[in-house]
């Protein structure tokens, strides 16, 4: 139901909106012509009911610091709604007096909220932007920057944190780039997830970062699910430290040197998981710290409370790596992924174990399986399905899976699809035995040097698409997989 609401939303969004350069407000905005609104001191798109800001074409707006979708009466769920897209295009935020003024992205008890940077556009703030999403339902908090050269800049701490059963997605994608002076990526209570993916997409903190429940986070609230998603050819950065917080996993699809580049202390008190992504090969070494600084797996660590009882003080349990298709090797601090095995016709109760293997058709490889640790000795096959469009999209590879593997062992599959395409537009279908084909929801996935990766549980066939030339509406549907997934590998 989520996936299909927002698919709605982001169609509407394409249809709607011209090209030309323009400022478009629809619905429930502040009153007057925006280029007034800096002589107020906060403005709301979307209170108790939708709205909506479009700044396009290389339109400029300076505006104070603004809510996007409030709503504290159930019966008037809010949605707002704002767009800042192409080169030149530019929305610049400010406090304008003393008072609390943070940019606030879905608050209240119905409320959800969406901010859209693309194709170059720039959102520059004075202050912090927090992604909150309903108190009362699962009303999405949404921040996408996608596309190169397009910027969100935050002068203040960026925070992921929903309320009780609310979500928020940080997206950044195609080359997007999101800076802020510290950023937090600690829900509160309900779900909390960001993902950095695709070549040259970037998040950086200039101070520390943190994800899930840690110090300081957790000396207050911090009760949620947390991740992070790290794609293939995308980069982490922080100024200071980097603390992965106890029970908050780290998926990261590994591609080469320096994806995460750590100013401080490395602290891993959840679960890192290290993928291989295609054809990669080793060593490499993901992670770089500041010099003289390793890569810590923390045992108990405890931080102190600020009341000074020592009875309040929070103990935190040391985290691990776990590496899926390759080793990792504590002392160099590199990942190596294992040789990649070539499966021929088909594997017969082979024993598979953190092993990759390779499938060729028309005497090429097209497909990867890198098994988990815990995969065991299992047949496994290939076939090719060769079809060309999936409704109404183009294929961009689709494959029957034939084996025993159990239900519930994570796989990451790789299809080799060719350079050319963004992560916002590929999709991935799921089709059990010759029923109807859905969306299929990983848990991971990257699209890097030609190869497209993803995580599966369970198999039958799969495919991935992408829009056919002049379905602009359709261009997000993959976003679509990572704001509507449910994840069930949280340690």
Not at 195 to 219: F, H, Y
Not at 239 to 262: I, K, W
């Amino acid at each position: 139901m989520l996936a299909r609401a927002f698919f709605a939303f982001i169609i509407v969004g394409f249809c709607q909106y011209p090209l030309r350069a323009e400022i478009i407000t629809r619905g429930n905005v502040p009153d007057g012509d925006p280029s007034t609104w800096i002589s107020r001191p906060l403005i709301t798109i979307g209170s108790d009911e939708y709205g909506s800001l479009v700044v396009n074409g290389g339109s400029v707006l300076d505006s104070p610091q603004a809510r996007i979708g409030v709503s504290f009466n159930s019966s008037k769920p809010a949605w707002g709604e704002v767009t800042v897209t192409g080169p030149g295009s530019t929305w610049n935020l400010s406090v304008q007096d003393f008072s609390f003024q943070d940019m606030l992205i879905g608050w209240g008890v119905a409320a959800r909220g969406k901010l859209t940077v693309s194709n170059g556009g720039l959102v520059t703030t004075t202050s912090d932007v927090e992604l909150h999403g309903s108190l009362t339902n699962d009303s999405p908090a949404v921040v996408r920057v996608t596309g190169q050269n397009s910027r969100l800049e935050i002068d203040g701490w960026l925070t992921v944190s929903p309320g009780p059963v609310g979500n928020a997605r940080l997206i950044v994608s195609d080359g997007g780039y999101v800076v802020s002076e510290r950023a937090f990526l600690r829900p509160y209570a309900g779900e909390g997830h960001t993902l950095v993916t695709g070549q040259g997409s970037v998040l950086e903190s200039k101070a520390d970062l943190s994800i899930g429940p840690s110090e300081p986070a957790s000396l207050f609230l911090g009760s949620g699910n947390a991740s992070l998603t790290l794609g293939a050819g995308a980069t982490v950065k922080t100024g200071s430290r980097f603390t992965l917080g106890e029970d908050s996993p780290m998926y990261l699809q590994v591609s080469g040197d320096n994806m995460v580049q750590v100013g401080g202390e490395f602290t891993i008190l959840g679960n890192l998981h290290l993928y291989a992504h295609g054809l990669a090969t080793g060593p490499l070494k993901p992670i770089s710290a500041a010099e003289g600084v390793n890569v810590i797996q923390a045992g108990e660590v405890i931080w102190e409370s600020p009341s000074g009882n020592p009875s309040n003080d929070i103990v935190a349990k040391g985290g691990s790596i776990i590496t899926h298709g390759g080793t990792w090797d504590a002392a160099s601090e590199t990942f190596t992924p294992y040789s990649i095995i070539d499966g021929g016709e088909g594997l017969e109760n082979q024993d598979v174990s953190n092993q990759r293997y390779s499938f060729a058709f028309d005497d090429s490889v097209q497909v990867v399986a890198g098994f988990s640790s815990d995969a065991g000795q299992i047949d496994f096959s290939v076939n090719d399905l060769s079809l060309s469009t999936l409704n109404q999209l183009k294929v961009l590879g689709a494959y029957q899976f034939l084996t025993d593997l159990d239900d519930n062992e994570m796989t990451i599959l790789s299809f080799f699809i060719g350079d050319g395409y963004k992560d916002s537009q590929l999709a991935f279908w799921h089709q059990e035995g010759v029923g109807e084909w859905s969306l299929h929801h990983p848990d991971i996935y990257s699209y890097y040097d030609g190869w497209v990766s993803f995580s599966v549980t369970e198999f039958s066939n799969y495919a991935v698409t992408v829009p056919e030339p002049g379905t602009v509406g359709l261009l997000l549907v993959g976003t679509l997989c990572f704001l509507a997934r449910r994840r069930r590998f949280r340690d």
